[in-house]
């Protein structure tokens, strides 16, 4: 009998051995978990937000390597978010010439090359660098978030319905009777399985501690995919142009793009205007395959008549020779 309790007794001590040792070997998830949020949230095959939106020199190494084959002058601003796949898909909002906000998306291989798959325009004027100049806008030294500006957002949202901001990076202040803080943030729709987005916003914080929000401007791209594949989206700006007209963008597939509308054809349209002394040349940007010389200058300021120009859908004036 004793030797029966004694052999229960070993093989108990046994199997707590075992267990103790096996839960030893098995990391916890909720501590795995929480560290992964504190380092910005890397899960496999799905975007993360960055844990901190500042330019390192290791990126700002990938980038430029991306965007050599460009003519536009895009700078990088803050870090958005990342996805790993078979290499890594980097987010970025960058300085498109200085003039307006753009997200670059980036592919980098796990050999260290690096393209841009896509890049999403904004209506958003990029801040200009202005120092301490009393009721301009500032660049912040840094694009950390920082105490107040979490704060006058989050006294904003109080009253906010239909989405939920995140913010990710600062991006401007103002001095004024009080603050206004200019950031960019994860725009999550209150709607079942919402499609995440990036929007500007501009929040006003008084003296007495209130806060709203006073302008938005929204990005047209998602960031909640879950495809391990590098961005099939290839339609990136090519090549800046500086009509005298408008600035215009050729891109990668061989359209053209003028005020976030995409056009299929660039069309120079030349010839001599009633009493005209010399030649006039008319460069539109147009979904019209074929415009008539007479079209091009009577829709370029000459008619009087509505019905003699075009919708920014079917044709826009982007150069006058």
Known sequence: MKKAISFILCLSLIAACILAFASCGKPNNDDAIASRAESGGEIVGGWSRAASPVITDDFKKVFDK??????????????LASQVVAGTNHCVLCKAMQSSYVIVYIYEDLEGNAEVTDIVFSDAAAQSAQGDVVGGWAEPESPEMTDNAKTALEKACETLTGAAYTPVALLATQVVAGMNYRMICESRPA??????????????ADLQGNAEI???IEFQNKI?????????????????????????????DGTW?????VYQYRLEISGRMPNAAKDSTFVYLSNIEEISFEQAYMAAGISSSTEDYFSPEDAVLVEMK
């Open 214 to 216: 006073t302008d938005t």
């Open 66 to 79: 991306a965007v050599t084959e460009f003519d536009v002058d895009y700078t990088p601003v803050a870090y």
């Open 257 to 261: 793009m003028c005020d976030d509308v």
């Open 224 to 252: 909640n995919s879950n495809s391990p594949e590098a961005s099939e989206t290839t339609n990136a700006a090519k090549k800046a142009v500086d009509g005298n007209m408008r600035t215009y963008y050729e891109l990668n």
């Open 191 to 204: 709607v079942p399985d919402p499609e995440v987005g990036y929007v500007i916003v501009t929040v006003y």
